[in-house]
Every structure is written in structure tokens, then in C-alpha cells.
């Protein structure tokens, strides 16, 4: 047997007794795993909702008019999309469970990828089956160390996950602010022209979105076009929110500003919005587009989007073709209904954000403790009014950026006039309370 050190013998020595030990244990308060919450948390009395999310929404037993939803064009509900999406069942189950590349695609995947590329006027489209993966999946597919990538600052969170994942260099400009962007291109041309040999193998990007989510405005695309042949970048736009509700047909900003499609290198958007469905694309040139079926995260490793939502997505896009004052009608409806915000909010403490023709608007509070009093907003004309409202909410750690506490309003096609004018004259009444 070993001999024991002196240290050893000595802290065998100051064993604690089983007396002691009791008093210890009685007297130590063990610390939450959690922070204590409070009894009306939201999180310990949720709402349950009931039926389809449609304009109008049953929660908890009650009817509530729904303002809260991306459902812009009414498509949730639609027979027409129902049954299409119902056949694809019985004709080829609910899923495929791989990814596109090895047994996960079908006939409805690739018809649907043509209708999107003939939608939009481009070459090539590629399907996903996550929306915010497409996005931050898209990304990094062409940027990559050494590269630069020129950002605004309002970019959405699946925008930052694709430019982390790139480990490109990332200059921000300040939120649609053209004359910070041109700065930050003659600092790379300053650069370019002291180092050409380093020029020639760095790839340059801008990065917008096409209607921005966090402030429901519109980027300044022409300028940004300009600036695309003066300093020879490429231009990415994520047409997420856009898409199906800017322009004369829903095309998005290219459409809207008259730009040609051809100028824009990459567009990039959601299925789960405008068109109700799930998934996203990625529309452009054949070669810039068939990239990313060898490059793109998201759509070499994810199972493929479920056939009844290809084919849901489809019917909505022939419905958009068929119907376009479907479009216009929620445009007439986004300023119509802008002007009316404006004036229910006016000399309250209370302001109004977004474009004119964005079906999105941002309500903010002027006055200290932002986030409790615009909680209080929507808690109030949804208990006193029944009209559904919602906090913008954020992940604050993770975003690069502050983004300033708001309430979205959302305006969808089947909203009625008199349906639209009592959400406004309760906005108004709750407003100025405050």
C-alpha cells in the first residue's frame, strides 16, 4: 500500500461529520435553472387557435379579424389550391424524405421550377423546401473567403446566417442609404487599384432586400443598378416579402421600379407568404442558377418540399396569372389603407412606417418603454376589439443590428372595406388612450 503524503493524511483527517454535513445541506438555497416567471406570462396562458388562418380566425372559441398574417393574396382556403394539392396526395404521398439530388425529386418539383423561371422572365429556377434556408443557403453558395459583400444594415436574419456562412468580408451601409453604399465602392476601387493582382480574384456583391421586412420599405433599386455597371459587383435581391404582392403582377421590384430582369444577377424569395405555401427559390441565368445544385446547403442536403406544396404553389401562381387585379387589389388596398393608419394615428404618440404599396405596415411607439406599451397595444384591441395584431419580435442577441420595437399590420385581399375601416377606428381609439 502506497504511503499516504502529509496533505492527504490531512484532508482525510478533516472529513466532515454526517452532523455537519445535515447543517450544510440545511442551510444552502439552490439557485433556479430558470429565471422566475410571472404568473400572466403569455407563455403560461397561450391561445389556442382553431380552423384555417384566414381573415377571419377563431381562438380560443371566439372570432377574431385577422391582421397579423403574411397571407396577402387569401390563398389559405382557396378550393381550388385544395383540391390540386389533395390529388398530389394520392398520387404521391405526403413527402419524398430525401434531398433533391438523390431520390427526393419529382416531376411536380421541376414543373414547378419552370413556372417560376417563366414567372419571373428568367432563365433557370431552383426549389427549396425551406424558406429561410434558400436565403442563407444561397448566399455562400458564390461568396466565399476573400470575397466582399456589400450589405445594408436592415437585412433580414436569414440574409446574416448566409453572409456569416460565406466568412466573406461584409461592409454594412446604413439602411437604404445610397450615398454611404458609393462611399464604401470607391473605398473598394481605392483598394482594387493599389493591389490589381488581388482585384482580379475578389468577387464583389450587394446584397438587398426587395421589400425590407423590418422597415416595410422598398430598396432604391435603379441606383443600385447604377451602381452595379459603375463598379462592376453583382446584385443579389431576396424578393421574400416582395414577391406576389409589389408590381403590376406580383413580379416584385424589378417590376415595379422597370427594371429588367436580366440586371439582376440572382432573386431569391419565399413560398411562404404571398403564395401560402412552403419553400423558396432562386431565380437568374441558367449557369448562376445551376450552381447551386452542387453548391447550395440547403437544397444538396434537405429533404425535398412535400409534392402537395409544389403543386399548391403552382395553382397559386396560375392564379396570379389569371387574376392579376388580385395583386392590385391588395396594393389599392395597402395605400388606401396606409392613408387611413396615418390619419387614425395622427397626435397620438403612435407613427406609421412602410411604403405606400407594401401590404406591411410597422406601427412604433414615441415615448419611453417601447416594448411594454406596444405589448399593451395589441393585448388591448385583441381582448376589447377581437382584431389580431402582432409584435414584430426579434432574436436582439443574435441580430447584428437593433431593430426597433413594432407592431406589423397586415393587409390581405379579402379584407372588406368596413372589415378594414373597424380595425382602423380601434387602432385609433386604442391609440389615443396612450
Not at 181 to 198: A, G, S, T, V
Not at 259 to 275: F, G, H, T
Request: with cysteine; hydrophobic share 35%; net charge neutral.
Amino acid at each position: 500500500m502506497r504511503n499516504r503524503s502529509k496533505r492527504q493524511q490531512e484532508k482525510l483527517s478533516k472529513k466532515l461529520t454526517e452532523r455537519q454535513k445535515d447543517e450544510l445541506i440545511a442551510d444552502w438555497t439552490p439557485e433556479p435553472l430558470v429565471p422566475e416567471t410571472p404568473q400572466d406570462h403569455p407563455v403560461l396562458n397561450p391561445k389556442y387557435a382553431d380552423g384555417k388562418m384566414t381573415k377571419d380566425v377563431s381562438i380560443d372559441g371566439e372570432k377574431y379579424l385577422n391582421m397579423a398574417s403574411t397571407n396577402f393574396l387569401s390563398f389559405i382556403g382557396v378550393k381550388r389550391i385544395e383540391d390540386r394539392a389533395k390529388q398530389t396526395i394520392f398520387k404521391y404521398g405526403v413527402g419524398s424524405c430525401g434531398p433533391r439530388g438523390f431520390y427526393g425529386t419529382v416531376d411536380v418539383h421541376l414543373d414547378l421550377e419552370k413556372e417560376l423561371a417563366k414567372f419571373m422572365g428568367c432563365e433557370e429556377a431552383v426549389l427549396y423546401s425551406y424558406g429561410f434556408a434558400t436565403v442563407s443557403s444561397a448566399i455562400p453558395a458564390y461568396a466565399k473567403k476573400g470575397d466582399v459583400i456589400f450589405v445594408d444594415e436592415g437585412v433580414n436574419f436569414a440574409i446574416q446566417k448566409g453572409l456569416q456562412a460565406s466568412r466573406s468580408r461584409v461592409e454594412y451601409f446604413k439602411h437604404n442609404d445610397m450615398e454611404h453604399l458609393e462611399r464604401l465602392l470607391l473605398e473598394q476601387e481605392q483598394r482594387d487599384k493599389k493591389d490589381p493582382k488581388k482585384a482580379k480574384s475578389v468577387r464583389r456583391f450587394i446584397v438587398v432586400e426587395g421589400l425590407y421586412v423590418n422597415y416595410a420599405d422598398l430598396c432604391p433599386l435603379p441606383k443600385i443598378i447604377e451602381f452595379k455597371w459603375r463598379f462592376k459587383v453583382r446584385v443579389f435581391i431576396d424578393e421574400s416579402w416582395s414577391f406576389g404582392v409589389i408590381g403590376k403582377t406580383g413580379r416584385g421590384v424589378t417590376e415595379h421600379f422597370n427594371v429588367p430582369m436580366e440586371d439582376v444577377d440572382m432573386v431569391m424569395a419565399s413560398l411562404e407568404n404571398a403564395l401560402a405555401s412552403t419553400g423558396g427559390f432562386c431565380v437568374g441565368r441558367s449557369y448562376v442558377v445551376g450552381h447551386q445544385r452542387l453548391s447550395g446547403l440547403g437544397y444538396c442536403f434537405s429533404a425535398s418540399l412535400p409534392p402537395l406544396l409544389a403543386t399548391a404553389a403552382s395553382e397559386a401562381i396560375s392564379i396570379i396569372d389569371e387574376e392579376p387585379s388580385r395583386v392590385q387589389k391588395v396594393t389599392e388596398m395597402a395605400i388606401n389603407g396606409q392613408k387611413k393608419l396615418q390619419d387614425a394615428l395622427s397626435g397620438s404618440k403612435f407613427s406609421l412606417q412602410g411604403c405606400p404599396e407594401s401590404p406591411m405596415k410597422h406601427i412604433y411607439y414615441n415615448g419611453e418603454d417601447e416594448e411594454k406599451q406596444l405589448d399593451t397595444f395589441v393585448e388591448t384591441v385583441f381582448t376589447k376589439n377581437h382584431l389580431l395584431l402582432t409584435r414584430a419580435r426579434y432574436l436582439d442577441k443574435d441580430e447584428l443590428f437593433k431593430i426597433r420595437p413594432s407592431i406589423r399590420v397586415m393587409f390581405q385581399h379579402d379584407l372588406t372595406e368596413e372589415e378594414i375601416q373597424r380595425a382602423v377606428d380601434a387602432i385609433r381609439v386604442v391609440a389615443h388612450k396612450f
